[in-house]
């Protein structure tokens, strides 16, 4: 006489609870269920195997999802001089397995708990996806389900980009069994995932203006971003030989690249928040998770893209969001050509952060070319005797070893990049150095010999 375990079940005759079993099974470890044999385990036989066997593997087949049938094997088997039928299942490699009529949601998805079925919870719903799809969380199915599009569709047909339904299956919202995945769910109306905005007085997280937390498609949660940032950041009015000029605080370029780049390198697996905090001298945008790639600095302002998140930047592509891969941290870099500063990026193993400075700061006033703020008399003079020793050891070091990088130079000295962008601008201007090659490859050439 069996006895019924982990991996084995008896079921007196076949009816639909088989199915649950056979989920359970494929979720788990496997196991064995035979029909024909009764729950204290006397073989009872069937009276018609074949169609038991036809029965429940057609049921099998049209009722659980993904396809089973490559973990499942059912045949007829004679125990004790009577027919059973046997239904051996493997442990499966699309878990989660579920009932299809259910969904993927714990109506619809069973686990095997000693010689019990039970129904599994969404924690061990959302474990059984991880386990399986290691990947990519793009990829992942989404355990939500019920979602629409309309705020997607609308973006779409804004930018001139035509929609429909196979568009989402194009980009990988939808997978091989129709079934959402998590991009799906990121470009969805029900995205819960969000970016956090605040604008603060003065240069400290201590008294708030104005705070946004933006909802929906990823998509739309741009547009918002960025119309809570064009609201909180403002310009300066200069007249430049009778004619009025107005200088952004940030480059407009720059703002989006890199609200764009957060949005594409956040871990969205971690269900936290992207964060824009707006200064009076300068705009912090942080993104978490840790580095898709052990690239450097360096060699991310090269044309190099890596997005953590690589079906998210091919949407934003499509629509044209992005207009290269590969090219949004140099494209920052030359929005804040000749301005005197630079942007800062913060990356460590858990978060990567952009920190974009004012160009019109309190201690910067206007040159008469439009475009090129200079420091002011006071701050010169106080600076002056240093900017010169530093300017004197940068031509230094290119005259030995030019011609060199931005970032080779940058390694013989501590003070920082904002600063030693500024000291290679005036040498520029007094022709001490020549920079060659464009923003990406640029190297710079000294063109005195003291």
Not at 15 to 22: A, F, G, I, Y
Not at 93 to 120: T, W
Not at 129 to 153: A, G, H, I, N, P
Not at 350 to 375: C, I, K, Q, W, Y
Request: hydrophobic share 40%.
């Amino acid at each position: 006489m069996f006895v019924e375990s982990d991996h084995i079940e008896f079921k007196r005759e076949y009816s639909k609870t088989v199915l649950k079993t056979v989920v359970a099974f494929a979720n788990t470890d496997g196991g064995v269920i035979y029909l024909g044999i009764d729950d204290s385990g006397t073989i009872c036989g069937l009276s018609d195997p074949d169609a038991v066997l036809l029965s429940a593997t057609n049921a099998i087949r049209s009722s659980i999802k993904p396809d089973a049938a490559m973990v499942v094997q059912c045949k007829r088997q004679k125990m004790h001089g009577k027919q059973v039928v046997r239904i051996r299942v493997e442990r499966g490699a699309k878990r989660p397995y579920y009932l299809s009529n259910k969904g993927m949601r714990p109506e619809g998805v069973y686990v095997r708990q000693g010689s019990a079925s039970f129904m599994a919870t969404e924690a061990e719903i959302a474990s059984l996806l991880k386990e399986t799809q290691k990947d990519s969380y793009e990829d992942r199915r989404c355990l939500v389900q019920k979602l629409t599009f309309d705020e997607m569709r609308a973006v779409f047909r804004r930018e001139g980009v035509p929609y429909s339904r196979a568009t989402l299956s194009v980009l990988g919202a939808v997978d091989e069994d129709g079934q959402f995945t998590n991009l799906g769910w990121l470009l969805s109306d029900q995205c819960a995932s969000s970016i956090k905005l605040a604008s603060f007085f003065g240069s400290k997280r201590t008294t708030f203006k104005h705070r946004l937390e933006t909802g929906g498609s990823l998509l739309t949660q741009f547009d918002q971003a960025l119309g809570f940032l064009a609201e909180h950041t403002h310009y300066k009015t200069a007249f430049v030989n009778m004619k009025r000029v107005d200088y952004d605080d940030y480059p407009p370029d720059a703002v989006r690249e890199a609200l764009i780049n957060a949005i594409i390198h956040q871990d969205y697996g971690l269900a936290l928040s992207t964060q824009v905090s707006v200064f009076e001298d300068r705009i912090e945008i942080v993104s978490h998770g840790d580095s898709p790639a052990s690239y450097s600095l360096d060699e991310f302002q090269m044309d190099v893209s890596v997005p953590r998140n690589p079906k998210l930047a091919a949407a934003f592509y499509r629509i044209g969001l992005i207009e290269a891969y590969g090219t949004g941290i140099a494209r920052m870099f030359e929005a804040y050509e000749g301005s005197g500063t630079a942007p800062r990026f913060d990356i460590t193993d858990h978060l990567f952060g952009v920190v974009l400075p004012n160009r019109n700061g309190s201690d910067f006033e206007l040159r008469t070319e439009p475009g090129a703020p200079r420091m002011t008399a006071p701050a010169r003079a106080a600076e002056a005797g240093e900017l010169r020793r530093q300017e004197r050891a940068v031509l230094s070091v290119v005259e030995e070893a030019g011609p060199l990088r931005r970032s080779e130079i940058q390694e013989r000295f501590d003070f920082s990049q904002a600063t030693l962008l500024r000291i290679l601008k005036r040498l520029e201007e007094q022709g001490a150095v020549q920079a060659e090659g464009n923003t990406r490859r640029r190297v710079y050439r000294a063109l005195t010999i003291r």
